[in-house]
């Protein structure tokens, strides 16, 4: 082709598509940036946008054009792939296949256009050629946000059938251009602001496949999703109910999901379609039915008699309720409903004892606790106060048990009459408590600190050479730190009296007592020596 015939073609072409500045309202170049509503002859409507927004693309699509390597294209959806669009009218459909080229960045150049062409309505090969200008007659000028043009040529009635927002625009065209000549000329229509060109055109190409559901297998939910919200904007009801359908039937990643939240909250849909889909996002039972969740799963921990899932539940709930959790904070947890679990612990923990201590008759056991060792039982018990305890020092609602573990006048006269490798389990209880006081988790008022002390800092003396061979997750070192911390909350003259009982326990049984030396030094300076500096200094 010789320089001045190109120069010609060229010059024909940009006369009326390279310009990317607003073209001039006219029948012949419509553009959804300047309609206005449509009437719609459909009686429903699937889906409600928001008022003065026609959304054209998904928001958060990861990909932009999405043209990558050479992708094969039906010959019926193509025409002069990389062509600065428009294509001429006289153009002709080219063979079976073509290749279209890798993505330009950009960034880097200049954004260029590419044309594409839909299935004919009749196959036939003898009326392909006599309809190929009849068929063709609406031009749709994608322009994406981000550079890049993409022109689809498209069948009216196929595209007025599918989606009303574009009928809307083609039957204005044509009120607006009756006349003789002018029904034969093309409906242009332009799409501003394209978030995702590939995605709005394989939304349209929807509209010309038979089999929609096989189309969105291969397609993908996450891309799918994207599809589902282009649908919404340009009305386009069976791409709708198929992705709806598609969706509902398949598995979310969690990705997938969030995604799904936004789009419902950017658009109302029927609720006949998607209800099933709802139901999956939001749950819609009552309040009373998820109100004692907490109770019911812990008190199923609790109960559970195999040490594998018993402990795999318990990491499992433990990580849900925490304040660190990456779930939503948890903040109608109900209290009692721990505090309850805790209950049920401590009763049964105390019929351990009981039959520990031989008042409970051995026939008044189940079956099945008759199979386990009393030690392994008790053991457990234990093992489930300690773990609710941590949640409950985590949510800041352990004051209250610091309380019910000094009121346990019962278990303290058990605990006396009881062997010593059974009883030490109920100072694995005390020095959790003494740990958390001490290294300020839990904060209590003094007089439960000094019930608490009062009651059990005599057993934890007689247990501590237990714990330190029987350890199970405890650090010794951790105790002695913080039972020494817990000490010197307490008022002077009660640290007295237990500072004493250790002294005496720690000279005559040593390491099988706490060290509490270094606590013991700073209560004697509080005591003796800075109130003989007091009385010098009030003296002189």
């Not at 009686?43 to 699509?61: D, T, W």
């Not at 009749?122 to 994406?144: T, Y």
């Not at 927002?165 to 607006?176: D, M, T």
């Amino acid at each position: 082709m010789d320089p001045s015939t190109r120069h010609h073609r060229q010059a024909r072409r940009r006369s009326w598509c390279c310009s990317f500045t607003a073209p001039p309202p006219s029948p012949e170049n419509l553009s959804l940036s300047h309609l206005k509503s449509f009437p719609s002859n459909k009686s429903e409507i699937l889906f409600k946008p928001r008022a003065n927004s026609v959304p054209n693309s998904p928001q958060n699509s990861k990909s932009g054009l999405g043209l990558k390597g050479r992708t094969r294209i039906d010959a019926r959806r193509i025409l002069s792939p990389g062509r600065v669009s428009p294509i001429d009218s006289d153009s002709t459909v080219l063979s079976v296949q073509e290749e279209i080229p890798a993505p330009v960045d950009s960034s880097t150049s200049l954004p260029k256009a590419q044309s594409f062409r839909a299935p004919a309505a009749s196959s036939s090969p003898s009326s392909r050629s006599a309809e190929n200008d009849a068929v063709f007659d609406v031009r749709l000028n994608l322009r994406g946000k981000r550079g890049g043009c993409l022109v689809l040529e498209l069948n009216s009635e196929v595209l007025s059938s599918s989606s009303d927002l574009f009928a809307g625009l083609i039957s204005e065209y044509r009120r607006n251009s009756s006349g003789s000549s002018s029904r034969r000329k093309v409906c242009r229509i332009e799409v501003p602001d394209v978030e995702n060109l590939r995605v709005f055109r394989e939304t349209v190409e929807l509209m010309f496949e038979d089999d929609i559901p096989k189309r969105l297998l291969k397609i993908g939910v996450y891309r799918c999703i994207d599809i589902l919200e282009v649908s919404a904007g340009i009305m386009f009801t069976k791409g709708i109910l198929s992705c709806l359908k598609y969706l509902e039937a398949v598995p979310w990643t969690e990705e997938e999901e969030e995604k799904l939240r936004i789009l419902f909250t950017r658009f109302k849909f029927d609720d006949a379609t998607t209800r099933d889909i709802l139901s999956r996002l939001y749950a819609h039972g009552s309040v009373d039915s998820h109100q004692h969740l907490v109770r019911q799963l812990v008190l199923s921990i609790t109960s559970c008699t195999d040490a594998n899932a018993r402990n795999e539940l318990k990491s499992l709930v433990k990580g849900l309720l925490c304040r660190s959790s990456v779930y939503e904070d948890q903040s109608d947890l109900n209290k009692e409903d721990l505090y309850v679990a805790c209950q049920s612990c401590l009763s049964s923990l105390f019929s351990l004892f009981e039959e520990a201590s031989g008042t409970i008759s051995h026939e008044r056991l189940s079956e099945k606790e008759k199979d386990r060792p009393l030690i392994e039982r008790i053991s457990r018990q234990v093992d489930n106060i300690n773990w609710l305890l941590e949640i409950l020092f985590d949510r800041q609602m352990a004051e209250e048990f610091v309380d019910m573990w000094a009121d346990q006048g019962k278990l303290l006269i058990m605990h006396e009459n009881s062997s010593p490798m059974v009883r030490y389990e109920l100072s694995r209880v005390s020095a959790l408590l003494f740990i958390a006081i001490g290294t300020r988790k839990l904060h209590c008022r003094s007089e439960s600190r000094s019930r608490l002390l009062l009651a059990w800092f005599g057993p934890m003396m007689l247990d501590f050479g237990w714990l330190q061979r029987c350890r199970k997750g405890l650090d010794v070192k951790a105790l002695e730190e913080a039972m020494g911390q817990t000490l010197l909350t307490l008022p002077l003259k009660q640290q007295y009296v237990l500072f004493m009982e250790w002294f005496q326990c720690f000279s005559q049984h040593g390491t099988e007592c706490p060290n509490l030396s270094k606590a013991f030094q700073i209560w004697w300076r509080r005591s003796f020596l800075r109130g003989s500096e007091t009385h010098a200094i009030e003296s002189r």
